[in-house]
């Protein structure tokens, strides 16, 4: 396996994911923590799959799922916004370019 890209960032969210949904820090129980515990675990597995991929240890379709995973319905429409923001700022770029041309032009 080669050098952790993210140095392993996936491994503290695992720890903070188990104190968390633990009693450890809490007078009890605590549904809404072990919640938040529950998607912190969803995300230490997307980052670990980010990583592995970022590093070429896998392939991009384990982060893909992972992320979805973390991301749930709302993956579709979450990178649908993400892509129009990028589009948005080519557009923009674009313009001031046009712009410049036409000026000293």
């Known amino acids: ?10 491994y503290k969210v695992e720890e903070a994911a ?6 450890g820090y809490t007078d009890g129980y605590n ?7 529950e998607h ?9 799959a980010v990583e ?5 240890d896998w392939g991009p379709e384990p ?4 992320i979805k995973d973390v991301l749930g319905p ?3 429409t979450l990178t649908f916004i993400e892509l129009q ?5 080519l557009i923009d770029k674009i313009q001031k370019f046009t712009n410049a041309k036409e000026s000293t032009g």
């Open 1 to 10: 396996m080669s050098e952790g890209s993210l140095e392993y960032v996936f």
């Open 18 to 23: 188990e104190n968390i949904g633990g009693t």
């Open 31 to 37: 549904p809404l923590h072990c919640a938040f515990s």
């Open 40 to 48: 912190l675990k969803k995300v230490a597995i997307a980052l670990k």
């Open 52 to 56: 592995w991929y970022y590093s070429g």
């Open 63 to 66: 982060a893909e799922k992972a």
């Open 74 to 76: 709302s993956a579709n």
């Open 85 to 89: 923001k990028q589009g948005e700022e």
